[in-house]
Nanobody, 115 residues
Framework: VQLQASGGGLVQPGGSLRLSCATS????????IGWFRQAPGKEREPVSC????????NYADSVKDRFSISKDIAKSTVYLQMDNLKPEDTAVYYC?????????WGQGTLVTVSS
């Protein structure tokens, strides 16, 4: 089982980034996928998730209307489109796959929002 997050980088406030979570070793459509983030000195927090099957999405209040999660089953990849980025979005972003007792984490990708 692997989850490979990518797409982070340095962006100015108001800019956009798209994170990707490439998965392998499990059937993506049967798992809920979540994006989490951890800022320096803070605890990891949920950002967004997309359900197995019908792909129902949820967002933290802090990113609602700015971030969008989606999945491409054929590519076994989940995306997080981040628009209108703010300095407080600076964090290491992680993707997570969960189904029942199975809970998998990928390595993080760093997003830095700064002018």
């Amino acid at each position: 089982v692997q989850l490979q997050a990518s797409g982070g980088g340095l962006v100015q406030p108001g800019g956009s980034l798209r994170l990707s979570c490439a998965t392998s070793g499990f059937p993506l459509d049967y798992y809920a996928i979540g994006w989490f983030r951890q800022a320096p000195g803070k605890e990891r927090e949920p950002v967004s998730c997309i359900s197995a099957g019908d792909g129902t999405t949820n967002y933290a209040d802090s990113v609602k209307d700015r971030f969008s999660i989606s999945k491409d089953i054929a590519k076994s990849t989940v995306y997080l489109q981040m628009d209108n980025l703010k300095p407080e979005d600076t964090a290491v972003y992680y993707c997570n796959a969960q189904r029942g007792f199975n809970n998998y984490w990928g390595q993080g990708t760093l997003v830095t929002v700064s002018s």
